[in-house]
């Protein structure tokens, strides 16, 4: 509607551009999900370096490749991950309960638990004090953490009305213990917790000696395992290291194909023979998999000798890698895979020309070059989504277009709308084919975008649907690069293809 113009003078009115910029997402975001000493369970966690991970989830452990994952995903110029920790049902919290001052029967008064489940809250201790400030009614409890002191909460009150009640200072800030008041019938200020030292947490545990598949596949209802990641729109891959039972790859594949905005990084089984590994890889077929053997051999920090690790963790980092130097129409291959000292097993060309028309992506050795990442494909048996590259193109462009195109939500659907689609998707699409992701000499060579009568008939008007068909010749990868050499000899000429 115009708008009214009652009085004389110079009015300004914002008029709408006929076009709204789209933007694209980003495709560096990883997803791991695996055991860890601490965290809280079937909860995303955005990491931004290891000493994050490392504060919030523990370091290295024995019985688990996830820290090894992650540490390799950063090192390999990864940027930033969501992580899940994940635990069987015996998963315990440590916990201590406190008594009251309550000279003849004391009474239970404070509840304190690890913030998280697992065995290193059986490492924690508390003192409790009186306060600093007003000894005679408050109280200070001090955390140490393998007897080291960690945290200090001091001047604390059991008085809900308090602005120090120990519920709301210690709860949701403390890095280490959560309380819970147990309101002592004991009269203050006898309520409060007695002065102790050394009273020990306990009843933690791990939760990994029963862990199952069905633990790291987790269920949608409940949003565990995979699904915990149904929250985060961010993230582009997903890695399961170590993991590599048919069970819980298939799992991950399917997650990825109904998310369609994920891609899947697996893991090999490790001390299998090149056949063994092109059966098992065969048992899958989707573009949203890729698939990567052998495993990588690293000096164990927590050893400090050689360790074979699962790929997939230095893999994400090196997708992040390309396609911050390169873009995501890359194929992330022809990578030096960082901190790998060796493989678990050299494979040979012959062993690749098997491999890699399965779609299992090799990492060799090269003299002179390091260990390199040399294979691009998907675990797909559709060929024109073999490659790595163009599954995430894809992904990437059906994301950044959907975002972008909000604002065309319960607009009328006439001409006027059509016309502001084509304007908005071809603009996105012309950046990408200036950056050298779409083939073509010509805009019209590289992609189309047609959103007019012709998909728009009557019936899809009255259905309350705008239909927009969008194509792309997305470049393809030099997989294989073949040099002519001709020799010239008096008018004889011989051909080598190489």
């Given amino acids: 509607m115009a708008k009214e113009f009652l009085r004389p003078g110079v009015f300004v009115e914002e008029a709408p551009v006929g076009a709204f910029p789209l933007e694209g997402v980003g495709t560096t975001t990883a997803a791991f999900l695996g055991v860890a000493t601490k965290g809280a369970l079937n909860k995303p966690k955005l990491v931004t370096n290891f000493s994050q991970f490392e504060k919030h989830f523990g370091s290295y452990r024995k019985d688990s490749h996830l820290a090894y994952a992650v540490f390799g995903f950063f090192l390999n110029k990864g940027r930033r991950c969501y992580v899940v920790r994940v635990a069987s049902a015996s998963a315990a919290i440590a916990k201590a309960m406190l008594k009251d001052r309550e000279a003849t029967t004391p009474d239970d008064t404070l509840l304190v638990q690890a913030l998280n489940e697992g065995e290193w809250g059986n490492l924690l201790t508390l003192d409790v004090?009186?306060?600093?400030?007003?000894?005679?009614?408050?109280?200070?409890?001090?955390?140490?953490?393998?007897?080291?002191?960690?945290?200090?909460?001091?001047?604390?009150?059991?008085?809900?009305?308090?602005?120090?009640?120990?519920?709301?200072?210690i709860n949701g800030r403390s890095n280490f213990i959560q309380v819970a008041d147990q309101k002592s019938a004991t009269a203050a200020p006898d309520n409060r917790p007695a002065v102790?030292?050394?009273?020990?947490?306990?009843?933690?545990?791990?939760?990994?000696?029963?862990?199952?598949?069905?633990?790291?596949?987790?269920?949608?209802?409940?949003?565990?395992?995979?699904?915990?990641?149904?929250?985060?729109?961010?993230?582009?891959?997903?890695?399961?290291?170590?993991?590599?039972?048919?069970?819980?790859?298939?799992a991950g594949l399917d997650y990825c194909e109904g998310r369609a905005d994920v891609g899947y990084a697996v893991d090999a089984p490790r001390d299998l023979e090149p056949t063994a590994v092109k059966t098992f890889?065969?048992?899958?077929?989707?573009?949203?998999?890729?698939?990567?053997?052998?495993?990588?051999?690293?000096?164990?920090?927590?050893?400090?000798?050689?360790?074979?690790?699962?790929?997939?963790?230095?893999?994400?980092?090196?997708?992040?890698?390309?396609?911050?130097?390169?873009?995501?129409?890359?194929?992330?291959?022809?990578?030096?895979?960082?901190?790998?000292?060796?493989?678990?097993?050299?494979?040979?060309?012959?062993?690749?020309?098997?491999?890699?028309?399965?779609?299992v992506n090799v990492i060799r050795p090269f003299r002179g070059r390091g260990i390199r990442l040399w294979g691009a494909r998907t675990m797909s048996s559709n060929p024109n989504?073999?490659?790595?590259?163009?599954?995430?193109?894809?992904?990437?462009?059906?994301?950044?277009?959907a975002e972008?195109?909000?604002?065309?939500?319960?607009?009328?659907?006439?001409?006027?709308?059509?016309?502001?689609?084509?304007?908005?998707?071809?603009?996105?699409?012309?950046?990408?084919?200036?950056?050298?992701?779409?083939?073509?000499?010509?805009?019209?060579?590289?992609?189309?975008?047609?959103?007019?009568?012709?998909?728009?008939?009557?019936?899809?008007?009255?259905?309350?649907?705008?239909?927009?068909?969008?194509?792309?010749?997305i470049v393809?990868?030099?997989?294989?690069?073949?040099?002519?050499?001709?020799?010239?000899?008096g008018g004889k000429s011989i051909t080598e293809l190489v």
């Fill in 196 to 250: 102790a030292t050394g009273v020990a947490l306990a009843g933690g545990a791990d939760g990994v000696d029963d862990l199952t598949d069905a633990d790291f596949i987790g269920s949608p209802g409940t949003k565990t395992g995979l699904f915990a990641f149904d929250e985060v729109d961010e993230i582009n891959s997903l890695s399961i290291p170590g993991r590599t039972s048919q069970t819980i790859v298939q």
């Fill in 281 to 359: 890889r065969e048992n899958f077929d989707s573009s949203y998999g890729y698939f990567y053997y052998p495993w990588l051999e690293i000096n164990d920090p927590l050893t400090k000798r050689p360790i074979l690790v699962p790929p997939s963790g230095h893999v994400l980092g090196i997708f992040a890698r390309s396609d911050t130097e390169r873009g995501v129409h890359k194929a992330p291959a022809n990578e030096v895979v960082r901190g790998a000292v060796g493989v678990e097993r050299i494979v040979t060309d012959g062993e690749q020309e098997i491999l890699n028309p399965a779609g």
């Fill in 476 to 489: 393809e990868t030099a997989e294989f690069v073949i040099f002519r050499v001709g020799q010239w000899d």
């Fill in 404 to 473: 972008g195109t909000q604002w065309a939500v319960f607009e009328p659907n006439d001409e006027v709308l059509w016309r502001k689609l084509v304007r908005t998707v071809s603009g996105f699409l012309r950046r990408q084919f200036l950056e050298g992701a779409l083939f073509g000499k010509t805009e019209e060579e590289a992609f189309f975008v047609k959103c007019d009568e012709e998909t728009n008939p009557p019936e899809v008007r009255q259905a309350g649907q705008v239909i927009t068909e969008i194509g792309v010749n």
């Fill in 129 to 169: 004090a009186d306060g600093t400030k007003a000894p005679a009614t408050q109280f200070k409890l001090v955390v140490k953490d393998q007897g080291a002191v960690v945290e200090t909460w001091d001047d604390l009150s059991l008085d809900p009305e308090s602005e120090r009640y120990v519920e709301r200072v």
């Fill in 385 to 401: 989504l073999r490659y790595v590259h163009k599954r995430r193109f894809l992904m990437f462009l059906e994301e950044s277009i």
